[in-house]
């Protein structure tokens, strides 16, 4: 599994004009879901994404968490995150997870979040999205569960 987390003051997600995901601040999570992931590489990751310390204290030094200042996510899934351009000019996406077992490890994914207390928004599973935000810092995280 893996997960580009974006710190924002806001983003946004919407599907057909409609925004159906929003969040002041707090982190816009990236979810890529691949063959073989399961209930074991959720637990870590939103252990890991709810205690990360990348956002400021009063000194300006990244030390509170997503958890310690309140703030929400929003979680949108992008299997082009296991985009393997090794080879040729076009992508293979085949070490992603396929969607009939991606989109309930997504649902799963989105409860561990919220299990923590924290408010979670999302985008649509399979939809073309639209996604706005304002990265703070800015800063960018990947994280990929095999390396956790």
Not at 5 to 31: D, M, W
Not at 51 to 64: P, Q, S, T, V, Y
Not at 72 to 91: C, E, H, K, M
Request: proline share 3%; glycine share 8%; aromatic share 6%.
């Amino acid at each position: 599994m893996r997960a580009l987390l974006q710190r924002v003051s806001q983003a946004s997600v919407t599907v057909e004009t409609q925004i159906v995901g929003q969040i002041e601040h707090g982190l816009l999570v990236f979810l890529g879901i691949g063959q073989g992931d399961s209930e074991v590489q959720i637990k870590t990751l939103a252990e890991k994404i709810v205690h990360l310390r990348i956002f400021e204290d009063a000194e300006g030094k990244m030390n509170r968490s997503v958890l310690d200042i309140g703030g929400a996510i929003l979680a949108v899934s992008q299997f082009t995150l296991y985009a393997n351009a090794r080879r040729g000019r076009r992508p293979s996406f085949t070490a992603a997870a396929s969607p009939d077992l991606a989109e309930p490890l997504f649902e799963q994914f989105k409860q561990a979040l919220t299990a923590y207390g924290i408010p979670v928004a999302s985008g649509i599973f399979g939809a073309a999205m639209d996604i706005q935000l304002c990265n703070q810092g800015p800063v960018t995280i990947w994280l990929d569960s095999e390396d956790l």
